[in-house]
């Protein structure tokens, strides 16, 4: 594979700027990676520092890029968009140790900001601090940023792209039929032929997080979006703003960052506690940052029983993390009884709601902070990442973690991911709905047959009575579902058969199913067995395509596998 998921494969336009980094600025058998800010690369240097105690300051090394023409009085007027950039410089032996930060945290700079700062780099716009003299070419420039962000400069033919809005890079554009609105059109003038504007950016992350408070509930276009009043307050909870919800660059550094500010909000050093079977990097998180991890792979009764015993013995707790439902199990954690220890014994709840999603259920009630992958159905169009954390504020800790919040927050998210993103989750309420029946739909398919060894989505597993505790009136059961078979061939039959997209993530608008345990956990399978999670598991993202055709190719899937059946019979 030469590509992949972007926080498992960097990007290969940010290997390339990473190489013409490491051209400039870089010393004989140095590596680097990038982030977006100073505090999000000194954070990689010291990860690097604490994991590998050979290395020193002058091993591990920080190289800030900055606007060369910063102050600009033009630029000032245009409120042009403008990167900073940092690289962590180490040895190249220690690049696994450094990609466990790129992966885990999730704050390395996204594809369309590297694409951004390569040419701005390339262009002399971008320069190393400290370098004071530019290059003559640009003694004369009146602007800042690569070129297809410039005034008064012609675009190439290359430059132009083939007339539908295609970059040569081919970002595919946040085009969405029936949305062709005013921003758009302004968009595409000004990311193709002259600046990336803040204002634009600004508003749509404005209109993101008034999504995800609630205050905005229909499929309104940015400038609707933003007549909404500031104080109405969202449904999920009373008094809940867009005031309340942080993005991040991507779900994991949504995760991340909450983790690392819940850590500076308590100066008593505790550990964390994961609940049940989680996505990978998140076990990885509470385990490498902060004094560790208590975990629960099977997050049940029992285990909730045995953190009573432990709490009640003295036991002291940072925070919960959990998520609803899990993946790829699809159980779901019994919040009530959690929150309620939670108040007992003072530690945070943090939820991760990625696969319920807030449509289907109101998590936030019984949560300190709701985490979500935005990447996932709330964008849809696999084009974009994106993450937030929402706090609850008829939360115990909430003003006081507004107080840590102030110091230790900073907006990372690339001012053009935030325009697609707003774009691609105008819709994602209906887009959530039609999930809802196509996913039912496959699940009771799949559950009806006695080829099926287990199906596992919410509204099939015995904690369904947790999910319903949370679920909306009008939600469902989301559109994740995974499935076992009796035999390791048959699995491998089905997943062959299976005619839909193949691939890891989920949330996508078309169906997509994965081999999830070999991805994810493919150097402990054993460790993943004894939780329950069976190697052979196939993963099923359900997507917004008609439910009779889904209906079909699921089933033709599963014929597939009683062929395989006959076959065997026939042979003996």
Not at 61 to 88: C, K, M, W
Not at 206 to 211: E, T, W
Request: net charge negative; charged share 25%.
């Amino acid at each position: 594979m030469r590509t992949g998921y972007p926080r498992f494969f960097i990007h290969l336009t940010i290997q390339e700027l990473e190489q013409e980094i490491l051209s400039r600025y870089g010393r004989d058998g140095e590596k680097t990676m990038l982030f977006p800010s100073r505090a999000t690369a000194t954070r990689c240097q010291q990860f690097l520092l604490d994991k590998e105690p050979s290395l020193t300051s002058n091993h591990v090394r920080l190289i800030a890029l900055i606007p060369s023409v910063r102050g600009n009085v033009l630029v000032q007027e245009t409120q042009t968009v403008a990167s900073d950039l940092f690289a962590v410089a180490f040895p190249s032996r220690c690049s696994t140790l450094a990609k466990q930060m790129w992966q885990h945290s999730g704050d390395g700079v996204s594809s369309r900001r590297g694409e951004f700062c390569l040419k701005a780099l390339r262009e002399g716009i971008l320069c190393r601090e400290g370098d004071q003299s530019l290059p003559n070419q640009l003694q004369a420039r009146t602007c800042k940023g690569p070129r297809r962000y410039q005034k008064k400069e012609p675009l190439t033919e290359n430059e132009r792209g083939n007339g539908n809005g295609d970059f040569p890079v081919q970002h595919p554009s946040p085009t969405i039929p029936g949305h062709e609105g005013k921003e758009y059109s302004q968009f595409v003038e000004e990311r193709f032929g002259r600046n990336l504007n803040a204002d634009l950016a600004a508003k749509a992350k404005l209109a993101i997080r008034r999504r995800i408070a609630g205050c905005l509930t229909d499929d309104a276009e940015l400038e609707k979006a933003l007549e909404v009043s500031e104080d109405v307050s969202g449904h999920r909870v009373n008094g809940l703003s867009e005031g309340d919800v942080y993005l991040y660059p991507t779900g994991m550094s949504s995760i991340f960052n909450t983790h690392r500010i819940l850590m500076a909000h308590r100066a008593e050093p505790r550990k964390s506690i994961c609940f049940g079977f989680p996505y990978i990097d998140t076990l990885k998180i509470l385990e490498k940052w902060g004094p560790g991890c208590l975990f629960y792979g099977n997050g049940s009764d029992a285990d909730l029983d045995d953190l009573e015993r432990r709490l009640t013995q003295g036991e002291k707790y940072l925070a919960l993390f959990t998520e609803f439902p899990g993946n790829p199990l699809l159980n779901t954690p019994d919040l009530k009884r959690i929150r309620s220890l939670a108040d007992r014994y003072d530690f945070a709840v943090v939820v991760d709601e990625t696969i319920g999603n807030f449509i289907n259920v109101n998590t936030l009630a019984r949560a300190d902070v709701v985490v979500s992958s935005l990447t996932k159905v709330f964008s849809g169009e696999s084009n974009v990442m994106g993450g937030s954390a929402v706090y609850n504020p008829q939360g115990r800790m909430y003003q006081s973690l507004q107080k840590t919040l102030d110091v230790e927050y900073e907006d990372n998210y690339w001012a053009e991911d935030a325009v697609f993103m707003e774009r691609n989750s105008r819709d994602f309420i209906s887009r959530i709905q039609r999930v809802n029946v196509n996913a039912e739909a496959i699940a009771d398919v799949l559950s009806s047959s006695p080829l099926v060894k287990e199906v596992y989505y919410p509204k099939h597993r015995p904690s369904r009575i947790y999910y319903d505790q949370c679920r909306n009136a009008d939600g469902g059961y989301g559109g994740l579902l995974s499935v076992t078979f009796r035999h390791v061939e048959e699995a491998v039959v089905f997943f062959d058969a299976l005619e839909v997209q193949k691939g890891p993530s989920l949330g996508t608008n078309f169906t997509l199913s994965c081999p999830f345990v070999i991805l994810a956990h493919y150097n402990e399978l054993d460790w993943a067995a004894q939780f329950g999670v069976d190697a052979d598991l196939v993963r099923i993202s359900i997507g917004l395509e008609n439910t009779a055709e889904l209906r079909f190719i699921f089933e033709s899937a599963l014929n597939a596998v009683g062929q395989l059946g006959l076959n065997k019979k026939a042979t003996i």
